[in-house]
């Protein structure tokens, strides 16, 4: 079962039914308590960095998230949930964000038209399994003003070129983030959100052997 | 890079998509739902909804459409017509749209884009702004459906939704729309230039070429078009080849 996070900032039910077209299944999860029955956990979000992170908060998430991170079991950040894995956000003055990946998220430099709207091609810069069957050069939606800069470069593992390198999926051990909206980005993003949902799935089948 | 994107925009009357050469002779396009998941399948890169009977009685089958369609369509979809209050805007994202078009309710109360973006977000609201030369090069704001002049400029108004917040621009040539003789473009080109969001070119496109010249002379990020699509006048995929061979970046699948 993969857990979506409602904190009231997301469009979560494009996630729920886009797994349920690809055949997993998912919980929108209104409480941190019910983080416990869940084996993957996708984290969506749109609007402001800080504005998400005092949600988290008031939701009593924020410590349960980074003990799921910790626990090992796949954890999927969409959008701007994504950009609240890093440290810190740039978003109206500084702000904390889960951590969970080093490196900050900053403001496109002038020059472009913002937000990034539209299909922007990714470009692989490793292999990893969320990205198993995606060719290079494929399309996927984007929205965002802001974007990533990680710490570390062996956390990048797709980018797309709006004038500056904008990361698009990043990923250290089991915890994965995209800059796009896979829910959106029929049909690549589809088969993004089959290899987390097989991912998970997978990890489940280790984790009971295990116990 | 980032690709020009192709819009079909389907007009809802009471649950049913309708098509028509003046507001008094609708035809029966078939389900919004069924001609959605078509147009995804196709490869549209965005859907635009616009609920042309926008009455609050007609609002459940309009959440009904929009959360049918969220069950079949992974591209990103706008709703538009008769969207007033933060609640209206709300319940159609809870019910699985993506985006919002505000249209004569921003007009009259500009504070929706302020207080929608603050709640959800600018990516979400688009503001449609129906526009009509009042000189040359000059174009003034109607609303409700193009009946009402409102002595806004277009310029103006388009400048003020950006600071107000709106995350995108959805641009309609009155005097261009069911002509078909192609965009605006120096309108297209003049708003695109005023703000720095993405501009969606509408009204009057009859052939490919004047999708093409949208994107280029207009300097639009998208061009929205309906009868050319729905009379089958052109696939989206017979748009997307011809644009590419003009050298205009679009999403192949």
């Given amino acids: ?211 | 890079m980032l690709s020009k994107r192709i819009i079909p925009c389907l007009d809802v009357h009471e649950g049913r998509v309708v098509k028509g050469t003046n507001f008094v002779q609708l035809r029966d396009a078939g389900d919004p739902v069924e001609l959605a998941a078509l147009y995804d399948q196709e490869g549209a890169d965005e859907l635009i909804f616009l609920d042309i009977t926008a009455s609050s009685d007609n609002r459940e089958t309009m959440v009904d459409v929009v959360r049918r369609t969220a069950e079949q369509v992974f591209i990103p979809f706008t709703i538009g017509g008769g969207l007033r209050t933060i609640e209206d805007i709300r319940r159609m994202l809870r019910a699985g749209a993506d985006k919002i078009a505000l249209n004569t309710s921003a007009v009259q109360n500009p504070r929706l884009i302020q207080e929608g973006a603050h709640a959800f977000g600018s990516q979400c609201i688009v503001v449609a702004i129906d526009a009509r030369t009042s000189a040359p090069g000059q174009w003034e704001v109607y609303i409700h459906g193009g009946r009402t002049a409102t002595g806004k400029d277009v310029l103006e108004w388009a400048a003020e939704a950006e600071a107000l917040g709106a995350g995108e621009i959805l641009l309609t040539s009155m005097d261009r729309d069911g002509t078909k003789i192609g965009y605006e473009l120096e309108l297209t080109r003049a708003v695109s230039r005023a703000v720095s969001l993405p501009v969606i070119a509408s009204g009057g496109v009859g052939t490919l070429e004047h999708l093409a010249e949208g994107l280029t002379l207009g300097e639009a990020d998208a061009v929205l078009a309906a009868s050319i699509f729905h009379y089958k006048e052109y696939s989206i995929e017979e748009a997307k080849r011809y644009l590419a061979q003009r050298g205009i970046l679009v999403r192949h699948s």
């Fill in chain 1, 1 to 211: 079962m993969i857990g979506i996070v409602d904190y009231g900032r997301g469009n979560l039910r494009s996630v729920e039914k886009a797994l349920e077209k690809v055949g997993f299944e998912a919980t929108i999860m209104a409480s941190p308590t019910e983080l416990s029955t869940v084996n993957g956990l996708i984290l969506p979000g749109v609007g402001a960095f800080a504005d998400a992170m005092q949600a988290l908060g008031q939701g009593g998430w924020i410590e349960p998230l980074t003990q799921f991170a910790r626990s090992g079991r796949p954890f999927l950040g969409i959008c701007l949930g994504m950009q609240i894995l890093f440290e810190i956000g740039e978003e109206h003055g500084e702000h904390a964000g889960l951590g969970l990946l080093t490196g900050r998220v900053v403001k496109f430099p002038r020059g472009r038209k913002v937000p990034h709207m539209g299909w922007n091609s990714l470009r692989l810069e490793q292999p990893s399994h969320l990205l198993e069957g995606i060719p290079n050069e494929s399309y996927f939606y984007f929205v965002h003003s802001y974007y990533a800069e990680p710490g570390e470069k062996k956390d990048i593992v797709a980018t797309s070129d709006y004038g500056v390198v904008v990361p698009a999926v990043v990923g250290k051990d089991n915890v994965w983030g995209a800059q796009f909206h896979p829910e959106k980005s029929s049909p690549w993003g589809l088969q993004i959100l089959t290899n987390f949902g097989k991912w998970v799935n997978e990890d489940d089948t280790l984790s009971s052997h295990r116990s």
